[in-house]
């Protein structure tokens, strides 16, 4: 290894040393010290601490290795035969001016030492692992004083780790329930989403309005605690559930659970579960859970063939959704969103809920079948080049989907790009360039919209008849 290989390996250990130990603070609260190492180490928002590595974790991994290899735990601390607090570190100044530290960055966030190994082959690239490189300023940081932001978010499963006050069982059924827990950026915006305006409206009324205004949703006007979004298969509910999260992902958590998560063979264990996920929701609030094919968890109670542990699961359930509200009648929340617990629940069968779980759904909304207008954003969302065609071509197009669900148009739309992606290849005298959505014409897509059928016509029907008996009608 040369001197300059040598060099960058050292400063890239010290370095990621001091993010992790700065996301640990973070973790364990100690807001202020992390911010003192901050301001004294330059650390900036260019590098983050990866999901799958925190300090715990290493600790917990050496003295695994080290019970194997010597058979005995390590010893990391030994008592000495002071008493008290730790004695303060006096540093000594060389000159009027205290040099910086070896691991400190310029202030304009760029690194002299990885400025000057620029073009030093990164031998030794494993380490840089543990450290994910962010451009410009990473959603979640918070911005200090001056230019340097600080490290974002810690391990959410270290987090429920830490907290003493809970038991060791406790501890591993939160685990367990934080790995629904969905960190990452889904990638979905309002923008995309065609034909849905009333279904948005009321998620953006439960969740985004009160986080930006809640000093309104107060008294009677408190937010929805419990939203159920029911439909056909393939109308866009679960895509309203992952625009929600990837909308509210810097300020809310979001937790997507489903019947593996919460069912255990074991007695006892899926109530246990499910109060823990209430729970550990309340502790990261404010929070939104997310359950999806909701009919599997929250079917009739008074069916002959429902076991003794399905009931005792349910009613638990029941309780918490309850639960959310003190005895006067006021939510367990603050203004500032604090335990505030948002349930949304989706659903191709609602006529198999439970009475007992449709009255605590304050809103049940249909997600109906796109009208002709909604079918007509979609096609010229999926397909721009659409925009340009004659306004009868575009209509005879909508006329053809009438009956189908978002989706079978999002297959019709894809056939139709797979089309030209055959005759591409078909072609012997075609380049390497790539498809483009432009060059589909109406004879095509019109081909590929006539090769498939609707499949939830009668669906969406009954879908509408219960609607109207027990849903709530959105007033535009």
């Known amino acids: 290894m040369s001197f300059e290989q040598d060099r960058r390996s050292i400063y890239e250990r010290r370095r990621n040393i001091l993010y992790l130990v700065a996301n640990y603070l973070s973790s364990m609260g100690l807001h202020q010290t992390r911010q003192a190492l901050v301001d004294e180490t330059a650390l900036t928002a260019e590098y983050e601490v990866c999901d799958n590595i925190d300090l715990d974790t290493i600790y917990q991994d050496f003295c695994s290795y080290f019970l194997i290899k010597f058979g005995k735990q390590p010893r990391i601390v030994k008592r000495t035969e002071s008493i008290g607090p730790l004695p303060t570190v006096q540093r000594k100044l060389s000159g009027a001016r205290r040099k910086p530290p070896p691991t400190a960055l310029k202030p304009d966030g760029k690194d002299p030492l990885l400025s000057s190994l620029a073009a030093t082959t990164t031998a030794g690239g494993d380490e840089l692992q543990a450290i994910r490189i962010t451009p410009g300023n990473v ?3 918070e911005q200090t004083d001056g230019c340097r932001p600080l490290v974002p978010f810690a391990n959410p499963k270290l987090l429920v780790r830490l907290q003493d006050h ?21 990638r979905q915006r309002w923008s995309n989403i065609k034909g849905l305006a009333g279904p948005i409206r009321v998620l953006k009324e439960s969740v985004i309005a009160p986080l930006e205004h809640p ?5 009677l006007a408190q937010p929805w605690r419990c939203v159920l979004l029911h439909g056909a298969p393939g109308t866009g509910k679960t895509l309203l559930a992952r625009t929600l999260c990837s909308e509210t992902r810097e300020s809310v958590t979001f937790f997507s659970t489903t019947a593996s998560t919460l069912i255990s063979k074991w007695r006892g264990e899926s109530e246990k579960l499910i109060r823990v996920l209430y729970e550990v929701a309340k502790f ?3 929070s939104i859970i997310f359950i ?3 009919d599997s968890l929250a079917s009739r109670r008074d069916s002959i063939r429902e076991h003794e542990a399905s009931k005792r699961f349910k009613n638990e359930f029941l309780s918490l959704i309850d639960g959310l509200e003190n005895a006067g009648g006021e939510p367990a929340t603050g203004t500032d969103g604090r335990e505030r617990v948002f349930l ?16 605590r759904f304050e809103r049940k909304i249909l997600v109906d079948l796109p009208s002709a207008d909604g079918r007509k954003e979609l096609i010229e969302h999926l397909l721009p080049t659409v925009t340009t065609w004659p306004e009868q071509e575009i209509q005879q197009i909508v006329s053809l989907a ?3 669900t978002g989706d079978e148009v999002r297959l019709a739309c894809k056939e139709a790009t797979m089309m030209l992606l055959r005759e591409r290849m078909g072609d012997q005298r075609a380049g390497s360039g790539r498809i483009r959505p432009d060059d589909i014409q109406f004879p095509m897509l019109m081909k590929a919209f006539e090769q498939l059928r609707p499949g939830s016509v009668e669906l969406a029907q009954k879908h509408r008849e219960w609607h109207q008996r027990y849903g709530t009608q959105l007033i535009e």
């Open 166 to 186: 809970f038991t060791s069982e406790w501890k591993d059924l939160a685990e367990e329930v934080c790995r629904d827990l969905i960190r990452k950026d889904l």
């Open 344 to 359: 949304l629940a989706s659903t191709n069968l609602p006529w198999e809920l439970d009475p007992a779980f449709l009255r």
């Open 139 to 141: 959603p979640g940081t």
């Open 402 to 404: 009438d009956g189908w």
């Open 292 to 294: 999806d094919e909701f």
């Open 215 to 219: 000093e309104l949703f107060v008294g």
């Open 284 to 286: 990261y609030a404010p």
